[in-house]
């Protein structure tokens, strides 16, 4: 019955527009009715406790600069932030229309507040030198990036330049202009990354960390990881409530891909509450629950809009795309990382970045970031070498124990070696 009104919504002919023509409907009106369903009610979580004191410690009174401001987490970041009353909050993006909704949604809701919206690019060394200048901001929480992973797989070079060479650029004004501290948000893709965005990320963590072990600057840096946040731009739920409006099919990539999920809220709170624990070169980690089968978040999206699962909505499997997992690796958390103050932020116990390695692997970055895929991929992979992209063979070390690899492929131009 449903099915045959959403053909019939969608112009294709059926039984029923010959006995019953209906008034031209919108192609969503027969879902227009429906609840609209709220992401936070799908984790049934409770809400995140927070140390109010120690934020107001860390933002009251200050000048917060959030790079990718206009993004799901970096305008979430911003709303949260302007909670505990900065002195000044400077939003740094790209893109012009993201940028414009959160100034004046967040000028809408606070009222004379010193907002400044700045259009630039996290890469322009520049531009965000004469923002640092102009601003000297004394809390950056670092939220630009390329983050699709299918995406970053067929452009691994503008995931090097963005994720690796953007947050440099933005550390290194920091540093430069005396900042307190600098939060980067990592990803839970960056813990032993099959994908170029997940080893662009765990370099950007490998070169932040490193910064802090810097003599020359006071500025505390330290990375966040998490896993999904629920309904950020591209990601599932919003993919799956316009399928769901389309009348289907929902598509899930695979019967046995789990995510961890957080809501944005949740996660930006912990992120700035991370920002206000840490010393400088920690890398934490939250809490996320546990993990989430793709298919059961779709089917509780189904039926929460009112629908029955197969009979009004198909699911149907796509299959992995390159360089995801089926599970990401957030499990091993009681062993790999140790508590901290707060209940649902974890430290992970990992060794300091090594500043000559991360010295070289700039150095071996920089020279691939216009260059081939294959190019790109293998230096990736040598200079993070928990990183395991597919189709690379690591061929060996040699005694200063830098490595060889190449594409089994055998695309010659692809072998490197340090
Ligand atoms: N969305 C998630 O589920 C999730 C989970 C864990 C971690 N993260 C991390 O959080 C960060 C932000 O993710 P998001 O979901 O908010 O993404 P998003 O795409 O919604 O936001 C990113 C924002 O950064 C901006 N940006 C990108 N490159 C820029 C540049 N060169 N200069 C200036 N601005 C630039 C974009 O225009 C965009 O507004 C990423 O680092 C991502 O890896 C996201």
Redesign the pocket.
């Given at each position: 019955m449903i099915r045959s009104l959403i053909r019939l919504l969608r112009g294709r002919p059926s039984h029923a527009q010959t006995l019953n023509p209906l008034p031209a409907p919108t192609p969503f009106a027969a879902f227009a009715t429906k609840p609209d369903v709220d992401v936070a009610d799908l984790l049934g979580r409770a809400a995140v406790n927070l140390d109010t004191p120690e934020l107001q410690r860390f933002l009251a009174g200050k000048t917060v600069l959030v790079?990718?401001?206009?993004?799901?987490?970096?305008s979430e970041i911003c709303r949260q932030i302007m909670r505990f009353c900065p002195a000044s909050l400077i939003l740094?993006?790209?893109?012009e229309n993201?940028l414009f909704e959160i100034d004046r949604e967040l000028r809408e809701k606070w009222l004379g507040a010193t907002i400044t919206p700045c259009v630039?690019?996290?890469?322009d060394a520049i531009r965000i030198a004469t923002i640092f200048k102009a601003h000297q901001p004394q809390v950056v929480l670092h939220?630009?990036?390329?983050?699709h992973v299918p995406m970053m797989e067929q452009n691994p070079g503008e995931a090097i330049k963005?994720?690796v060479f953007?947050t440099k650029t933005v550390a290194d004004a920091a540093a430069e202009f005396g900042t307190d501290a600098f939060v980067m948000?990592?990803?839970?893709?960056a813990v032993n990354p099959t994908s170029v965005?997940g080893a662009a990320?765990r370099f950007a963590e490998l070169y932040i960390q490193s910064k802090n072990e810097g003599v020359e600057n006071s500025t505390r840096f330290l990375a966040v990881?998490?896993?999904?946040?629920l309904g950020?731009?591209?990601?599932v739920v919003p993919i799956f409530k316009k399928q769901i409006a389309a009348g289907g099919p929902v598509t899930v990539t695979h019967p046995d891909m789990k995510r961890y999920f957080m809501t944005i809220p949740e996660?930006s709170q912990l992120v700035l509450q991370a920002g206000a624990i840490g010393h400088g070169g920690e890398i934490f980690v939250l809490d996320m629950g546990e993990p989430i089968r793709i298919v059961d978040l779709a089917r509780e999206l189904i039926q929460r809009s009112g629908l029955r699962v197969e009979e009004d909505i198909a699911i149907e499997f796509t299959g992995i795309r390159p360089g995801e997992k089926l599970y990401e690796e957030l499990a091993g958390l009681a062993e790999e990382t140790r508590p901290t103050s707060h209940a649902k932020i974890r430290v992970w116990q990992l060794p300091p970045a090594e500043a000559q390695r991360v010295k070289k692997g700039l150095a071996i970055l920089s020279d691939v970031v216009n260059g081939c895929r294959e190019e790109a991929v293998i230096a990736l992979a040598r200079c993070v070498p928990e990183y395991r992209p597919d189709g690379v063979i690591r061929l060996g070390a040699d005694s200063d124990g830098s490595e060889t690899l190449r594409f089994s492929g055998g695309d010659e131009s692809a072998v490197l070696a340090a």
């Open positions: 790079t990718g401001a206009g993004g799901s987490i970096g740094v993006e790209q893109a993201n630039a690019d996290i890469c939220c630009a990036a390329h983050k963005n994720n953007g948000v990592s990803t839970d893709k965005m990320k990881r998490f896993g999904n946040v950020s731009s591209g990601s996660a």
